[in-house]
């Protein structure tokens, strides 16, 4: 089972907000993102899943969604995109009306994540794509795509993550980089500790950044 867990008291105790129903196939719960009072989770086969009462009760919002092995789930402006594994296309979908339905958008290469960076652009955010090919950006949710790949030595990047005033993009043989200017250029970060395997992601909690590599946990100083 797939199932997400809510804690009120940083860490310390742990309560099950969402239980996706087995498959097969095996039913991960994936990703989160919050778009006004909604919450969406992405369930790997069972497609995505919304709350409209912070997590008291859930429903799926899967019209429209052609591909139900999603990996990631961003809100960008009133707008709602999410993309599906790289291993089952790779496909792309936003969402302008809280997930009642979905339609494709297109892509600059299979994409494994997004991350926003709301100072890049004035009015919808600065999207990013994760690819096998690099990092791409968008200013127009999706419409038209641009490399941004300098400094980047590694380009088969698999998660991207906004913080602050950075960008921080982890690949998929363990390496992380970072940018300081809107994601333009690139410089790697020390990864002493890390096995070489798959960033699954990233998280900041308080003056540490943690990511899930290897099916654990990693945290380092900011």
């Known amino acids: 089972f797939g199932k997400l867990y809510l804690s009120p008291d940083n860490g310390s105790s742990w309560g099950n907000l969402l239980t996706v129903p087995s498959g097969p196939p095996a039913r991960s719960i994936i990703s989160i993102a919050v778009n006004g009072s909604n919450i969406f989770a992405t369930a790997y086969g069972a497609g995505v899943y919304v709350s409209t009462n912070n997590g008291g009760a859930w429903a799926t919002a899967n019209n429209g969604l052609t591909n139900l092995y999603p990996t990631s789930i961003i809100t960008?402006?009133?707008?709602?995109?999410?993309t599906s594994d790289v291993s089952t296309g790779g496909n792309a979908f936003l969402s302008s009306n809280n997930g009642n339905s979905w339609t494709p958008i297109s892509l600059p290469a299979q994409v494994s994540s997004f991350g926003i960076h709301p100072g890049f652009a004035k009015n919808t955010g600065?999207?990013?794509?994760?690819?096998k090919s690099g990092v791409?950006?968008?200013?127009?949710?999706?419409?038209?795509?641009?490399?941004?790949?300098?400094?980047?030595?590694?380009?088969?990047?698999?998660?991207?993550y906004?913080?602050?005033?950075?960008?921080i993009v982890g690949t998929a043989t363990g390496e992380?980089?970072?940018?300081?200017?809107y994601g333009f250029s690139w410089t790697a970060l020390s990864t002493s500790?890390?096995?070489?395997?798959?960033?699954?992601?990233?998280?900041?909690?308080?003056?540490?950044?943690?990511?899930?590599?290897?099916?654990?946990l990693y945290y380092s100083p900011l």
């Open 136 to 160: 791409y950006y968008s200013q127009d949710n999706g419409l038209n795509w641009t490399p941004s790949n300098t400094g980047l030595t590694k380009l088969n990047t698999y998660t991207i």
């Open 193 to 216: 500790g890390l096995p070489p395997y798959v960033i699954d992601n990233f998280a900041v909690c308080g003056s540490n950044i943690f990511a899930v590599c290897g099916n654990n």
């Open 126 to 131: 600065g999207l990013f794509a994760a690819t």
């Open 76 to 82: 960008s402006g009133n707008n709602i995109i999410v």
């Open 162 to 167: 906004a913080l602050n005033s950075y960008l």
């Open 176 to 181: 992380i980089f970072f940018s300081h200017d």
